[in-house]
């Protein structure tokens, strides 16, 4: 994608270290050390056609600040080098999670009701995701970490709706997340294959009906009714379309209360990491029920 390497150093600040995974083509990921404030943070040096609207994109997304979203702490170029820095990415990613097992209804609420409440404080500062995805979801210790807030749809090339159709959207993403989180089916829009890295692959896309994506309670036999109507009103003529949310806040309305003291779930390492198997899910796997023939 560019010149980068181990040991180089941008604008005389950012040392990096070693390259990191990701699911974009056209984000190279690297651990870095920031040498001026002696802090490890993580530089995501862009490509392809769209990275002047990213750059942009990412330095709004700087004026949000959230517990559960990765701030984006400095954007710049080098040379040829467009970079974006952010906190570093810790935890495992929703895609890793759900691949040990479906989660529990508890835990999927909690991980995509936090996820909601992000995105409205950057909806707030009128600042969208627009490329919500299981790799943009995060566990670390019980917590909900939201990632490529500013960046990810622009370097994917996304329209960039008005804030009322970039927050339905986010709103309808968000119920993506939670049905896939249960199911581990994607009822959502893939992202273009060719916007991949050639190591990561689509979600499987979720079973339909001539309604529309198959009720969660043809699917699973222990979700709770308030799950169920809202992925059907968001994804499904079983439900009631106009009772579909419209934001993240109207999500994370629809799935209160939750568990205020985190994600009880064992993590699984990422396949392969350290080469080592991922440790087994636990408690998590609920069982999935087949769908009805």
């Given at each position: 994608m560019n010149s980068a390497a181990a040991g180089s150093v941008l604008v005389a600040r950012y040392h990096l270290v070693a390259p990191e995974s990701g699911d974009l083509a056209d984000i190279g990921a690297w651990s870095a050390r920031d040498e001026v404030l002696d802090r490890q943070v993580r530089i995501a040096i862009l490509g392809g056609a769209h990275t002047l609207d990213a750059l942009d994109s990412a330095?709004?997304?700087?004026?949000?600040?959230?517990?559960?979203?990765?701030?984006?702490?400095?954007?710049?170029?080098d040379g040829d080098l467009a970079f974006?820095?952010?906190?570093?990415?810790?935890?495992?990613?929703?895609?890793?999670?759900?691949?040990?097992?479906?989660?529990?209804?508890?835990?999927?609420?909690?991980?995509?009701?936090?996820?909601?409440?992000?995105?409205?404080?950057?909806?707030?500062?009128?600042?969208?995701?627009?490329?919500?995805?299981?790799e943009a979801i995060r566990i670390d210790s019980g917590h909900v970490i939201v990632t490529g807030l500013g960046v990810d749809a622009c370097i994917l090339g996304q329209d960039q709706p008005e804030g009322t159709r970039a927050s339905a959207q986010d709103a309808e993403a968000l119920v993506a997340l939670l049905y896939y989180a249960l199911t581990a089916r994607w009822p959502g829009s893939p992202i273009g294959a060719g916007a991949l890295n050639p190591n990561y692959a689509h979600p499987l896309p979720a079973a339909q009906d001539a309604a529309g994506v198959l009720p969660l309670d043809a699917v699973r036999r222990d979700v709770p009714a308030d799950l169920?109507?809202?992925?059907?009103?968001?994804?499904?003529?079983?439900?009631?379309?106009?009772?579909a949310?419209?934001?993240?806040?109207?999500?994370?309305?629809?799935?209160?209360?939750?568990?205020?003291?985190?994600?009880?779930?064992?993590?699984?390492?990422?396949?392969?990491?350290?080469?080592?198997?991922?440790?087994?899910?636990?408690?998590?796997?609920?069982?999935?029920?087949?769908?009805?023939?």
């Open positions: 330095r709004r997304a700087a004026l949000v600040s959230d517990r559960r979203l990765a701030r984006v702490l400095d954007v710049g170029t974006v820095v952010t906190e570093p990415f810790t935890g495992t990613t929703l895609t890793d999670v759900v691949a040990a097992g479906a989660l529990n209804p508890a835990d999927a609420r909690v991980i995509v009701g936090e996820a909601a409440q992000a995105l409205d404080v950057a909806r707030r500062r009128g600042v969208h995701h627009l490329a919500l995805r299981p169920v109507a809202l992925c059907a009103d968001t994804y499904s003529a079983h439900g009631e379309p106009d009772a949310p419209r934001t993240p806040a109207d999500v994370s309305a629809r799935l209160e209360p939750w568990s205020s003291t985190g994600v009880h779930l064992p993590v699984p390492a990422r396949p392969g990491a350290a080469g080592e198997p991922p440790r087994p899910a636990g408690p998590v796997g609920a069982a999935v029920a087949a769908a009805p023939a």
